[in-house]
C-alpha cells in the first residue's frame, strides 16, 4: 500500500468530507443518548501541513492551499464551514501554530473527537502500522478512544450493534485497490445488517463517472434506508485531472440535513472550483419519508 493521508491532508476533498462529518456529529448530538463513531479507514489523526507535500522520493506539490487554503481567512462563511474552521484553526493554533496560514491539520479521528461528549465513544482502525502508531500517539491520553491496527471492513463487523444503539460509520478508503467499491458495498451490507439505523457515510473519487454509477447500482441491491449523495467537482469532466472531484454517500443522514448542506455546497463548489465545470450536487438514492 503506497496511500499517505498526509499528501492529501486539507485538500478540497478533506474540506467536504470533514465539513459534512462535522455538521452530521452536531446532528447526532442533538439526542442526549451517547454514539459509537467508528472510523474504519483514520489516518493519522494529526497532519503536518508544512511536510505535507514532502514525499519519501519525490517532491508533491501541496494540496491544501486549494482545499483549506481557499478558506482560512475568509469572512462570513456559510455557518456549516465556519463550524467546521474554527475547530481546525483552534486545533491548529493549540498545536502550537502562531503564522497566519494553516499548519496543523486534523483528520476525521480528531474533529471527532473534539465534539465528543463524555457520553460518545470512537472506535478507530489504520491498517499501517505507522499511521497506526501516530494516531495512538495523538490519542494517548484519551479513554474513550480506541485504536486498532487492523483491517476496518473486518473491523466494522465486531463494532455493531454497539451498547450505545447509535452508531456513525465513517468509511474513507484509499480507493487504490481495484475491487475498493466491491468492498465497501459488502461492508456497508453487513453494517446494515446489524446495525440498520447506523449511519453510515462513505467517501469516494470521482474519477470515472461509470464506476461511480456501478458502485450506486450495487449499493441500490442492498435495500437501502434513506441515502443521498453529496458531489463536488472542482474541474469540468474533460479537464486532465484525474480526480475531478469526490463524492459522499450517507445513508440514514440525521433528518433534512440536505436543506442545510445544499446551499453550503453550492457554495463550496464555487469557492473550491479549480477550472471551469466545478459544481455541486446532493441528490437522494433513497429519499427519506
Ligand atoms: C483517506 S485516508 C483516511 C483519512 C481519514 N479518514 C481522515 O479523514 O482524516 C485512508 C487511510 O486508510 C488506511 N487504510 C488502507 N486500507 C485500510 C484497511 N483495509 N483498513 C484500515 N485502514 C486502511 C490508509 O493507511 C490511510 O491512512
Redesign the pocket.
Known amino acids: 500500500?503506497n496511500?499517505r493521508?498526509s499528501y492529501h491532508a486539507g485538500n478540497f476533498a478533506?474540506v467536504m468530507?470533514?465539513a459534512v462529518l462535522v455538521r452530521i456529529v452536531r446532528a447526532m448530538q442533538r439526542k442526549e443518548r451517547g454514539f459509537l463513531y467508528v472510523?474504519?479507514?483514520?489516518?493519522?489523526?494529526r497532519y503536518d501541513l508544512a511536510s505535507a507535500a514532502r514525499g519519501d522520493t519525490l517532491e508533491r506539490k501541496p494540496e491544501w492551499p486549494e482545499g483549506i487554503g481557499r478558506l482560512w481567512n475568509r469572512s462570513r462563511l456559510p455557518e456549516v464551514l465556519a463550524d467546521y474552521i474554527a475547530l481546525v484553526k483552534t486545533y491548529d493554533q493549540k498545536q502550537g501554530n502562531l503564522e497566519a496560514a494553516p499548519r496543523f491539520y486534523p483528520?476525521?479521528?480528531r474533529l471527532v473527537r473534539m465534539l465528543a461528549r463524555a457520553q460518545d465513544r470512537l472506535s478507530l482502525?489504520?491498517?499501517?502500522q505507522d499511521?497506526a502508531g501516530a494516531l495512538r500517539a495523538e490519542f494517548a491520553r484519551s479513554s474513550q478512544v480506541g485504536i486498532q491496527s487492523?483491517?476496518?471492513?473486518a473491523g466494522l463487523r465486531g463494532q455493531l450493534p454497539p451498547p450505545e444503539k447509535r452508531a456513525l460509520v465513517?468509511i474513507?478508503?484509499?480507493f487504490e485497490a481495484k475491487d475498493e467499491f466491491a468492498q465497501v458495498v459488502k461492508a456497508v451490507g453487513d453494517a446494515l445488517k446489524r446495525a440498520p439505523a447506523a449511519t453510515i457515510a462513505v467517501w469516494y473519487p470521482l474519477t470515472e463517472r461509470a464506476r461511480v454509477d456501478g458502485f450506486f447500482a450495487e449499493l441500490a441491491g442492498l435495500a437501502l434506508p434513506p441515502t443521498f449523495a453529496f458531489e463536488l467537482t472542482v474541474v469540468g469532466p474533460a479537464h486532465p485531472m484525474k480526480m475531478k472531484g469526490c463524492g459522499l454517500v450517507v445513508i440514514n443522514p440525521p433528518y433534512q440535513i440536505d436543506q442545510e448542506l445544499t446551499p453550503t455546497c453550492t457554495w463550496m463548489a464555487e469557492m473550491l472550483a479549480q477550472d471551469q465545470g466545478g459544481r455541486a450536487e446532493l441528490r437522494w438514492l433513497v429519499k427519506e419519508a
Open positions: 500500500m496511500y493521508h478533506d468530507k470533514h472510523d474504519t479507514h483514520a489516518g493519522r489523526g483528520g476525521s479521528p482502525f489504520e491498517k499501517q499511521e487492523a483491517d476496518g471492513y465513517l474513507d478508503p484509499p
